[in-house]
């Protein structure tokens, strides 16, 4: 997939905005609801941030700023950031003071004459196609810490700037529409055996935070609406684009995964349509950051390059 020149300005407006909007969630939730919640930051985050610090100082003192170990440390480190603040904005918006609107998703979704529990009951009765799904669900954040560091060590740097920045703006509005218009997953809405045990987690971790009871558990998802399993497993694809045995071989898992969500019972259809949406308002937004941003920002400030 052909892309377009990529544009620092674009990258650093995206890490603002998703910051921004972390920030004010966490004031909102610290000044009036106060409501208890999970910490998402993987342990040693810290430690390799720092690691991560230490090892490109001592690259930029030892070697030319353009050598190419530099260049591979610098888009490491901001693979970090950005994962990062992803994490910090997961903190901030599990702190959604709005009411689920899950009923509104099940309703529509019966209207259409879509079964969810049917469909997870189907996949039940097929133990050999739910293992190989559920594998298939689990390697996401396997694909995530992976596969940008495999295309970082190519030196296409071009092509992670453009994951970097869909990553930004999916995450954005995927995590926006999660705010105003949370969801607690099916598992907690439907009333029967069909779910498993974590997947009733979801809402649990929602009901107790916004009772003001600190959540007993980590397990389970967060995002029902849109899927952001979804959308990061098509980004992950993109990747791997140019690599055709890599690509065949990943299109094929994901795909699975992306069935998986709704055949394991993790999410409503509706959470799939809606994340190719977004996949689609997030290129159209890519594409017009980079052609029209530049020359706005030259046109503000002439004498800056």
């Not at 903190?91 to 959604?96: D, E, K, S």
């Not at 019966?110 to 298939?136: A, D, E, M, R, Y």
């Not at 993109?238 to 055709?244: A, F, N, V």
Request: charged share 10%.
């Amino acid at each position: 997939m052909p892309t377009s020149k990529f544009n620092h300005s674009c990258l650093l407006l995206q890490l603002l905005l998703l910051f921004s909007f972390a920030s004010i969630a966490f004031a909102i939730n610290c000044f009036s609801y106060q409501f208890p919640g999970n910490n998402y930051f993987p342990e040693g985050s810290a430690g390799i941030g720092i690691s991560l610090l230490l090892m490109l100082a001592g690259c930029r003192l030892l070697l030319n700023k353009n050598h190419h170990l530099v260049k591979i440390l610098q888009e490491i480190l901001l693979f970090y950031i950005i994962m990062s603040l992803i994490a910090f904005t997961t903190n901030a918006v599990q702190f959604t003071p709005f009411p689920p609107i899950d009923r509104y998703i099940i309703a529509f979704e019966n209207q259409l004459g879509i079964s969810l529990p049917g469909i997870v009951s189907w996949t039940n009765h097929h133990p050999w196609f739910k293992n190989i799904l559920g594998l298939c669900y689990d390697t996401l954040p396997y694909q995530l810490g992976f596969l940008p560091l495999l295309v970082i060590a190519a030196g296409q740097f071009e092509k992670i700037r453009r994951f970097f920045s869909l990553l930004l703006i999916s995450s954005l509005i995927g995590f926006a529409i999660y705010y105003f218009f949370p969801t607690v997953a099916p598992a907690a809405m439907y009333q029967t055996d069909e779910f498993a045990i974590e997947q009733l987690a979801t809402g649990i971790k929602f009901n107790q935070l916004h009772q003001h009871i600190p959540p007993d558990t980590i397990q389970g998802g967060m995002v029902a609406f849109p899927s952001f399993h979804t959308f990061w497993a098509w980004y992950c694809l993109e990747l791997m684009c140019g690599w055709p045995i890599a690509f065949s071989l990943l299109l094929i898992i994901n795909t699975l995964l992306i069935l998986s969500c709704v055949l394991l019972g993790w999410h409503y259809p509706l959470d799939i349509l809606g994340a190719f949406l977004i996949i689609w308002l997030s290129d159209y937004l890519y594409t017009r950051c980079n052609k029209y941003l530049p020359s706005l920002l030259h046109s503000i400030f002439p004498n800056c390059k």
